[in-house]
C-alpha cells in the first residue's frame, strides 16, 4: 500500500514559467514531508521540506504547500529553468519508532524547455 | 573525500553469483539505509542500520544480507543474486540531530544476467 504519491509521471514546462509537482499521502499520522531532486546517474538530493505546523515552506525559487486537509501538498519552481530537469520524489518518515525510515513517492519526470 | 560513496558504480553479475556492494560514509552519521530505485517503483528500502551491529529490514528484504561492524560501513550482500535484483542502488545517511534528512550516494548500477 502506496502511503505517498505522485500520480504524474512526467511534467513538461516552458522556461521561466511556475513548475508544479503533486503529491499525495495517505496516512494522517504523517506530519513532516521532503522533497528530492534527482539528476540522471546521480543520488537524490534533499531539495527543501515542510512540518505539518506549516502550510508554506520557501526557499528561493523552490516553494512547498501543505494541505493537510486534503492531505495534499505541491512543489512550486518559479521560475523555472533548465537545470530544474529532473526527477522529483516526495518524502515522508513514517511514524512511530521507524520515523528515521522514509518513505517516497515514485517520483515525478520535470523537463524544463529551453 | 568526505561524504558518502558507494562502489562499485557499476556491476554485471550472473544469476547465482554472491555480490557486495559497499557503503562509506565519513560523517558519522547514525542511521544508514539501502534502497533500490526500479522503474515504476520509485525507491523502496530494502535494510536499515540504526548504528553499529543494529540492522533491521525494510520494504523489500529478501535475497539481501547487511551488516554493520563499523558506524562508517553498511555493506549490502546479495547472497545468490537473481534477475529481479538487477537494479539502481542507493544507500544513504542521516544524522539523528538533522532529522529526517537523508544524504544518499552516487548509487551502484548493478546488471544480472
Known amino acids: 500500500d502506496q502511503q505517498v504519491k505522485q500520480n504524474s509521471p512526467s511534467l513538461s514546462v516552458q522556461e521561466g514559467r511556475i513548475s508544479i509537482l503533486n503529491c499525495d499521502y495517505t496516512?494522517?499520522?504523517?506530519?513532516?514531508f521532503l522533497w528530492y531532486k534527482k539528476y540522471p546517474a546521480e543520488g537524490p538530493t534533499f531539495l527543501i521540506s515542510i512540518s505539518s505546523i506549516k502550510d508554506k515552506n520557501e526557499d528561493g525559487r523552490f516553494t512547498v504547500f501543505l494541505n493537510k486537509s486534503a492531505k495534499h501538498l505541491s512543489l512550486h519552481i518559479v521560475p523555472s529553468q533548465p537545470g530544474d530537469s529532473a526527477v522529483y520524489f516526495c518524502?515522508?518518515?513514517?511514524?512511530?519508532?521507524?520515523?528515521?525510515?522514509?518513505?517516497f513517492g515514485k517520483g515525478t519526470k520535470l523537463s524544463v524547455i529551453p | 573525500d568526505a561524504g558518502i560513496t558507494q562502489s562499485p558504480r557499476y556491476k554485471i553479475t550472473e544469476t547465482g553469483r554472491q555480490v557486495t556492494l559497499m557503503c562509506h560514509q565519513t560523517w558519522s552519521h547514525s542511521y544508514m539505509f539501502w534502497y533500490r530505485q526500479d522503474l515504476g517503483h520509485g525507491l523502496r528500502l530494502i535494510y536499515y542500520?540504526?548504528?553499529?551491529?543494529?540492522?533491521d529490514k525494510g520494504e523489500v528484504p529478501d535475497g539481501y544480507v547487511v551488516s554493520r561492524s563499523k558506524t562508517e560501513n553498511f555493506p549490502l550482500t546479495l547472497e545468490s543474486a537473481t534477475r529481479s535484483q538487477t537494479s539502481v542502488y542507493f544507500c544513504?545517511?542521516?544524522?539523528?540531530?538533522?532529522?529526517?534528512?537523508?544524504?544518499f550516494g552516487a548509487g551502484t548500477r548493478l546488471s544480472v544476467l
Open positions: 496516512n494522517s499520522m504523517f506530519d513532516y
Open positions: 544513504a545517511s542521516s544524522d539523528i540531530h538533522r532529522g529526517n534528512i537523508q544524504y
Open positions: 542500520s540504526a548504528a553499529a551491529d543494529i540492522t
Open positions: 518524502a515522508a518518515p513514517r511514524s512511530g519508532a521507524g520515523s528515521y525510515q522514509l518513505t
